[in-house]
C-alpha cells in the first residue's frame, strides 16, 4: 500500500514539473518571438529614417542649383530650407515609437514634402535650370529616394502590422501583457499615398 501511494505521489510529481516545463516553454518561445518581431520593426525605423536622412542630404545642393538660377525665388528656398531644418531635428527612438512621437515626425516629413512641390513648380519656371546637368542629377537621385522611401515605409507598415497582430492574439496577449510589449503605430495611407511623390522638374 505504501508503494502504491509512492508510486501516485512520483506520478503527480513528474506530472507538476512535466506542466512546469512546458508553461516555462511556452513562455520562453513566445517571449523570444515577440522580442523578434519588435527587433525587425526597430531595425525596419531605421531604414525608414536613413531614406528620409537620403532626402534631406540632398535638398541643400538642389536649393543651390536652383538658386544659381533663380536666387529671386528667395522665399520659396528659404521655405524648403526651413522645412529640411524641421524635419531633420525630429528623430524618434526606434526603441520608443509612440502615436504621439511618430505623427510629429510624420508631419515634419509632409512638411518638407510640400515646401519641395512648391520648390517644383517655381522650377517649371526656369527652361535653364532643367537643362543644367547638376539639376538633372539630383532630379534622378530625388526620384529614387522618394521610391526608397515609399518601399521602405511599407516594409515598415508590414512589420508593425504583423507585431501588433502577433501580440492581439491569444495567448500571447498575456505574454505581451506580463512583459510590456505595446502596440506601435505605423504609415496610414493617406490619399494618393499609394502613388511615390512625382519629382518632375
Do not use: C
Not at 98 to 122: C, H, I, K, Y
Not at 146 to 166: A, D, H, P, W
Not at 170 to 190: M, T, V, W
Request: no cysteine; hydrophobic share 40%.
Amino acid at each position: 500500500m505504501a508503494t502504491n501511494n509512492s508510486y501516485k505521489k512520483w506520478i503527480i510529481i513528474g506530472v507538476v514539473i512535466l506542466a512546469l516545463i512546458m508553461v516555462y516553454s511556452s513562455f520562453r518561445n513566445g517571449y523570444n518571438s515577440l522580442v523578434t518581431m519588435e527587433e525587425a520593426v526597430e531595425g525596419q525605423w531605421s531604414q525608414v529614417e536613413n531614406v528620409y536622412q537620403r532626402r534631406a542630404d540632398l535638398i541643400p545642393n538642389l536649393v543651390n542649383t536652383v538658386r544659381g538660377f533663380a536666387d529671386h525665388e528667395r522665399e520659396t528656398l528659404e521655405g524648403v530650407i526651413e522645412a529640411r531644418s524641421k524635419a531633420t531635428s525630429v528623430s524618434i527612438d526606434p526603441t520608443n515609437i509612440t502615436p504621439e512621437n511618430f505623427q510629429q515626425f510624420e508631419q515634419a516629413q509632409q512638411g518638407l514634402s510640400s515646401a519641395l512641390s512648391r520648390l517644383m513648380v517655381v522650377v517649371e519656371r526656369y527652361p535653364d535650370i532643367k537643362a543644367n546637368q547638376n539639376f538633372l542629377e539630383l532630379q534622378a537621385q530625388l526620384e529614387g529616394t522618394e521610391n526608397r522611401i515609399t518601399n521602405e515605409r511599407r516594409k515598415f507598415s508590414e512589420l508593425v502590422q504583423g507585431y501588433n497582430t502577433n501580440i492581439r492574439r491569444f495567448p500571447r496577449n498575456i505574454y505581451a501583457s506580463l512583459f510590456g510589449f505595446e502596440r506601435k503605430p505605423y504609415f496610414e495611407a493617406r490619399e494618393g499615398a499609394d502613388v511615390a511623390p512625382v519629382v518632375e522638374f
